[in-house]
């Protein structure tokens, strides 16, 4: 009888790619990492490698996009099931991290591939087209959020978009640089506060 081979699909190698490259990265730093090392590390050649990304700085670009995707998709299911934006901010503070992509469960690897690509101006757009699409996420979920409560948002939803990713940012590096004073929560009571805030400024 023959034996019937399954070769990994594109996704499934793309994915090990990712996942090894995540755990090179953060043990040699990105700039020491080799592709050889990154294919070595996923369980298949260089060859491999080439054959799904022309470079190093391709498989970082790629890794992102991913995480914004992922993020997206998360985000838009969770809305789905929580109409309000209270039920959907609890429901973010319950997600597993480990079930999620490398970029998701390690905040200092994603700051570090952000860096990395900011530094040549040239790749900037990449990393612009997924600040805007994370930005369109958010003002989507306020947007939808108010709507469901029959309300419209104080301040326009893409601005307000803005201020939370650029809270998000802070509190992430904040966190990084001092855990002990800056609660894994902060970025959900920053959000709670400012709907306090302007709730309070609108009555």
Same mark, same amino acid.
């Given at each position: 009888?023959?034996?019937?081979?399954?070769?990994?699909?594109?996704?499934?190698?793309?994915?090990?790619?990712?996942?090894?490259?995540?755990?090179?990265?953060?043990?040699?730093?990105?700039?020491?990492?080799?592709?050889e090392?990154?294919?070595?590390?996923?369980?298949?050649?260089?060859?491999a490698?080439y054959?799904?990304?022309k470079?190093?700085?391709?498989?970082i670009?790629?890794?992102?996009?991913?995480?914004?995707?992922?993020?997206?998709?998360?985000?838009?299911?969770?809305?789905?099931?929580?109409?309000?934006? #209270?039920?959907?901010?609890?429901?973010l503070?319950?997600?597993?991290?480990?079930?999620?992509?490398?970029?998701?469960?390690?905040?200092?690897?994603?700051?570090?591939?952000?860096?990395?690509v900011a530094?040549?101006?040239q790749?900037?757009?990449?990393? #612009?087209?997924?600040?805007?699409?994370?930005?369109?996420?958010?003002?989507e979920?306020?947007?939808?959020?108010?709507?469901n409560n029959?309300?419209?948002?104080?301040?326009?939803?893409?601005?307000?978009?803005?201020?939370?990713l650029?809270?998000?940012?802070?509190?992430?590096?904040?966190?990084?640089?001092?855990?002990e004073?800056?609660?894994?929560?902060?970025?959900?009571?920053?959000?709670?506060?400012?709907?306090?805030?302007?709730a #309070?400024?609108?009555?």
């Open positions: 009888m023959s034996r019937v081979r399954t070769r990994p699909t594109r996704d499934d190698t793309r994915e090990k790619l990712f996942e090894a490259a995540a755990r090179v990265f953060g043990e040699q730093g990105i700039g020491g990492a080799s592709i090392t990154i294919a070595a590390a996923a369980g298949f050649t260089r060859g490698f054959s799904n990304f470079s190093k700085d391709e498989l670009i790629a890794m992102l996009e991913d995480h914004v995707e992922q993020t997206i998709r998360r985000n838009l299911d969770l809305l789905a099931r929580h109409k309000s934006l #209270a039920d959907f901010i609890e429901a503070r319950t997600v597993d991290r480990r079930q999620q992509d490398p970029l998701a469960r390690s905040p200092l690897l994603h700051m570090e591939m952000i860096l990395f530094r040549a101006e790749r900037r757009p990449e990393l #612009a087209k997924r600040l805007r699409a994370r930005r369109k996420l958010v003002a979920i306020i947007e939808t959020a108010a709507r029959g309300r419209t948002p104080a301040l326009n939803p893409a601005w307000l978009a803005s201020i939370t650029a809270i998000d940012d802070g509190f992430r590096l904040h966190r990084l640089i001092d855990p004073t800056t609660p894994a929560d902060s970025l959900f009571r920053a959000i709670s506060d400012l709907q306090t805030a302007i #309070a400024a609108s009555d």
